[in-house]
């Protein structure tokens, strides 16, 4: 096993070389052609040999070169590219600031920098799927009763890639949660990780014994927090006040207002660019039926304020004239050519005045009208508390969940909500963005 580990460590490794000076040389004979190799010898060989080996220590403080971590999965990217980022920004430091370094034109470096990024995402997500590590999944010992458990156990044993192997399920009550049976436990099952539910911290006896076992390489995790790497969502079931004061109050804000700076701009150029458009999609709404091209709700924003958002109109004028209903992908309501827009998302492009206006958002959790957020905060916990941050276009729970359109949905997608809150972050809105790209075309179902 270990003889396997150290030949695939090699290949990461060999691959990961092989990547950079690929990239290297694509760059160059983009910019230089057939004189690449000699632009290569010249001035790029010595100073991007140096660098390449910042960057590969770099890889490995990271923990690009732990075999156990090499899974695809959001945290996998984030990793990488949080990598790729601060080697990029050493890169531009050495490159500008040390003459001996200099390489002329520098826009070399920026073109090398993306051409890697991309091939480099390429190579590892191929080598953690078909070359990446046989090395036996996380060990767990899961301590805890109830639904939430049992979704846990379900997934894990359905999903093997995820890295994780249920070896010990014991009930909260079980005698065998005493000090000298865990370490039995450990000992015979090579348990590695111990999950317990957020009271049980409070248990002495139990967080004593599991504290013991921390000079063993025994990590110790809450439900919610396994749950929450296992679904990409939060638990809402096993939630209390205490977890949203301890994850989510105070987080972020830095991000939050540089996000609000560069939304502004992009919708702005974008609703520029794309008026041709917009106003060709208004001419086709008036001639499909009579009534304004753009259409307005009352939404439910930041802070639980209510905002006017646009739509292209894609149902008749009287579709609600029984009161407010829920949202169907395949409404009768909705004219032909409104569900041709629905079914491209350009109804959406009039959103772009709401981002401009800093009533909406690129990315986060979807608006709802006020009439459905008095009744899903009667009927859901917590529900309020996805209004800490702006509504987005688009969001984590609309590109994990099918089209909502029940107090049930609106449960799940909140789980799914309250991780956005948690996790929001640059990868994570690139991610969902790209997500939605990917899907732009496709009817949500």
Do not use: C
């Not at 957020?198 to 927090?225: C, F, I, M, Q, W």
């Not at 096993?238 to 207002?257: M, P, T």
């Amino acid at each position: 096993m270990q003889h396997q580990s150290k030949i695939r460590l090699l290949v990461l490794f060999t691959g990961d070389v092989a990547a950079l000076y690929l990239s290297l040389f694509a760059a160059l004979f983009i910019r230089y052609g057939d004189d690449a190799y000699r632009g290569f010898t010249e001035t790029h060989a010595t100073p991007f040999t140096v660098i390449f080996g910042i960057w590969v220590v770099v890889f490995y403080v990271a923990g690009l070169y732990d075999l156990r971590r090499l899974r695809n999965g959001i945290d996998f990217i984030k990793t990488l590219w949080l990598a790729l980022f601060t080697n990029g920004l050493l890169t531009i430091t050495l490159f500008y600031l040390i003459p001996t370094f200099g390489i002329a034109p520098r826009r070399n470096l920026f073109l090398f920098i993306i051409i890697f990024a991309v091939i480099e995402t390429l190579w590892r997500r191929f080598f953690n799927s078909h070359i990446g590590s046989s090395e036996p999944p996380n060990k767990v010992l899961l301590i805890g009763n109830g639904p939430t458990a049992e979704e846990v156990v379900r997934a894990v044993n359905l999903n093997p890639q995820l890295g994780y192997e249920i070896k010990a399920w014991l009930k909260e009550d079980s005698a065998n949660t005493r000090k000298a049976n865990l370490h039995a436990l450990v000992k015979e099952h090579g348990i590695n990780l111990i999950v317990i539910p957020r009271h049980l911290k409070k248990d002495t006896r139990l967080t004593g014994a599991l504290y013991g076992l921390l000079s063993h390489g025994v990590e110790a995790r809450d439900l919610p927090n396994f749950y929450e790497v296992v679904f990409r969502k939060i638990p809402l079931a096993d939630l209390e006040e205490a977890w949203f004061l301890e994850n989510l109050v105070g987080q972020q804000k830095f991000y939050d207002q540089l996000k609000r700076a560069l939304e502004f701009v992009i919708a702005f150029f974008l609703f520029i660019a794309l008026l041709p458009l917009e106003i060709l999609i208004a001419l086709g709404v008036k001639i499909a039926s009579p009534g304004p091209a753009v259409y307005k709700q009352e939404r439910v924003g930041r802070g639980g304020r209510s905002f006017m958002l646009y739509k292209f109109r894609t149902m008749d004028m009287n579709a609600e004239k029984n009161g407010a209903q829920w949202a169907d992908p395949n409404d009768a309501r909705a004219t032909p050519f409104g569900r041709f827009l629905r079914y491209t998302h350009l109804d959406e492009l009039p959103q772009l005045i709401n981002i401009i206006k800093n009533e909406l958002s690129f990315v986060g959790p979807r608006p709802e009208r006020p009439e459905f957020v008095k009744l899903l905060e009667e009927k859901i916990p917590y529900y309020d508390i996805r209004h800490l941050v702006k509504p987005g276009v688009t969001g984590w729970a609309q590109i994990n969940y099918r089209y909502g359109a029940s107090v049930e949905d609106a449960y799940e997608k909140l789980q799914h909500d309250i991780y956005y809150l948690k996790n929001r972050s640059v990868v994570l809105d690139i991610s969902i963005f790209l997500k939605t790209l990917k899907s732009f075309f496709v009817n949500q179902t």
